[in-house]
């Protein structure tokens, strides 16, 4: 487990099922307002931020075989409560609990799952002008250009027109590394 301030990250079991429930019913993320929704028990790896024994961020990661025998979805129904950011500024690194401190669990994760892992993260492609969609049109398009990962392809997933962005894994790391400094996550592939 690894803590930041008051915040704790750590990969999520069974016995956190009622924490979760919690959650979402504490907000209104359609896609997260029950465990049925959040499909709790068909993701099998899920990990959280806890400010003491509440989750205030949370996401899932799976296989994803309709790209391939080796894809993996990461950051899969990310949510996360309002008031909850590390900070403020430009760097997602300093700011995002997402990107800085579950994605790396999740990538641990599905690389001890599988050492050929093919690492996504999936945008919605819409218009509704919220967070979705400037992270879509944003941020990803951002963080691509330093490297951090690529618009693999657009696809229909799951009923949802999608953006998939292949992780560039060791670029991530370094531009992580290079914002936080050395921490609890730091990676090698077998």
């Known amino acids: 487990m690894a803590k930041l301030g008051k915040l704790k990250f ?3 079991t069974n016995n956190d099922k009622s924490a979760v429930e919690e959650f979402c019913n504490s907000q209104n993320f359609s896609n997260n307002t029950s ?6 028990d068909w993701c099998p790896f899920w990990c959280a931020a806890f400010d003491g024994d509440k989750i205030v961020s949370i996401a899932g990661a799976h296989e994803l075989p309709e790209v391939s025998s080796n894809a993996y979805r990461l950051l899969f129904r990310g949510a996360q409560l309002p008031g909850y ?5 430009r760097d997602i690194f300093k700011t995002g609990i997402h990107l800085s401190y579950l994605l790396p669990m999740q990538i641990t994760w599905a690389l001890r799952m599988n050492p050929d892992a093919e690492l996504y993260i999936s945008t919605n492609i ?4 919220g967070k979705s969609q400037r992270m879509n049109d944003t941020m990803m398009p951002l963080l691509a250009k330093r490297g951090i990962w690529e618009l693999e392809q657009s696809m229909v997933l799951f009923n ?10 060791q670029t991530y790391m370094e531009e992580r590394s290079r914002s936080l400094g050395n921490d609890n996550y730091t990676h090698q592939k077998s």
Do not use: C, S
């Not at 465990?35 to 709790?40: A, D, V």
């Not at 950011?85 to 500024?89: D, F, I, N, S």
């Not at 819409?126 to 002008?129: E, F, L, M, P, V």
């Open 10 to 12: 750590r990969a999520l």
């Open 35 to 40: 465990l049925e929704k959040m499909k709790w």
């Open 85 to 89: 950011t590390l900070g403020t500024g």
């Open 126 to 129: 819409n218009n509704d002008g």
């Open 160 to 169: 949802v027109p999608q953006r998939l962005w292949r992780i560039n894994v």
